[in-house]
């Protein structure tokens, strides 16, 4: 670890103090002192502060003649202080990793009187402070800083520099800190840093896998180019079944691998032995439950306990993520349990906010459609479904929040 600390040159900030000679106190025969413009002398009289003079010249006849008068030169114009570290830092998210960082620092003296009386050396205690700054934002930094080359560390560390009050500790305000160069070093052979980079890539590989599955479809047009052997048998006499399929959602991947088990009204496998897929030969089973024990679903479950269906619904409906669930039964006009419920559930957006969908389930239900209203961010918002509008008793009410979620994200 190692950083350029050594070449801070505080004299870039100020000038060696400097014995002025005070000469005669008659006119024209005193000495003269001219301070630069952009720099303030900061003038002492016996040792002890006497005035701070601006850019001009100045006659020094007033200052007593046995008394010894220093002038120190302070830079106030606007200066860069340009911050070098190598292995200084290391970003603790999602794994160790040690980096490379070069900041540029914008600085001005704001008070001449602190900077060259009070502080020894102040570019030296800027520099500490704002590696001191710097340290505290890379605790919170992820690896995306390096790809976003270091906006949230140089933000982080800017605001942490303003709260540590500069002017009134070492005369020294700082107006912006800009990262220049980030750069990710070998995290060497550290052991926990090996095991938490295996984990963080399994874990990677996963969230792509599913992000590649979410945003794959596969489409007719798809089968048209790819498989064409497969579409032939689709549009040849089993046009009731692909659309069934389609209603289903088992031509969506994402659908399909997001279902939770028993949600699905139709078997993908025995949907998909007809078309001469290999490995997909198994036989059907009827809607009695015969065959590989997995029943078919149909028209006749529209009699079966109207509770045990919404307990199975909520249950299908709880198992997507991030989702919060209400159910609250109808009553007629005695108060008597009716057989309706009304259910709300929230869904979290990607972006986000909140979708609402508030459905109402008629006492006939699953035989009898439900309705759907719809929030998006609070908003009263219309929306067509293509399930509810062919419901048949067989669908689901997560197939339909499945089918919102995916058009409003």
Known sequence: MSSNRHLINDFDILRPTQLLDKGLPLPFLSGR??????????????????????????????????????????????????????????????????????????????????????????????????????????????????????????????????????????GIEVFNVLVTSIKATDTGTDALAAQQMKEFTIVRDWQLDTMMIQQSRLTPEWLMVHRPEIYQQLIAGNQELLKEMIDKGLLDPAGFLNQPTGASTVDPLKLMSGFGLPGFGQPTTSSTGTGSGQPQLTAE???????????????????????????????????????????????????????TLYFTCPAGFPGQSPTVDLDVDGQATPFQSAILRRWNGQQYLVEIAREVKQFFG
């Open 33 to 170: 002192y001219v301070v630069d413009e952009g720099w303030r002398a900061v003038l002492s009289e016996g040792g002890a502060f006497k005035e701070i003079l601006e850019p001009g010249t100045h006659f020094l006849s007033k200052y007593h003649f046995f008394r010894d008068v220093k002038a120190t030169a302070v830079n106030i114009k606007v200066n860069t202080l340009h911050v070098s570290t190598t292995r200084e830092f290391t970003i603790s998210q999602p794994l160790p990793v040690e980096i490379n960082l070069d900041l540029s620092v914008e600085y001005q003296a704001v008070d001449p009187r602190r900077v060259a009386m009070e502080i020894t050396s102040p570019l030296t205690s800027l520099f500490d402070r704002v590696i001191q700054a710097v340290r505290g934002a890379v605790v919170y930094a992820t690896v995306d800083e390096i790809r976003t080359q270091g906006e949230g560390i140089a933000k982080v560390t800017l605001q942490r520099l303003q709260a540590m009050q500069l002017p009134s500790v070492i």
């Open 301 to 355: 479950t529209g009699g079966k306990d109207v509770h045990a269906r919404m307990r199975e619904e909520v249950g299908y409906l709880r198992n997507l993520p991030g989702v919060e669930v209400e159910t609250k039964p109808g009553v007629d006009a005695n108060g008597v349990p009716d057989g309706s419920y009304d259910l709300k559930v929230d869904l979290p957006r990607t972006s986000g906010g909140k979708i």
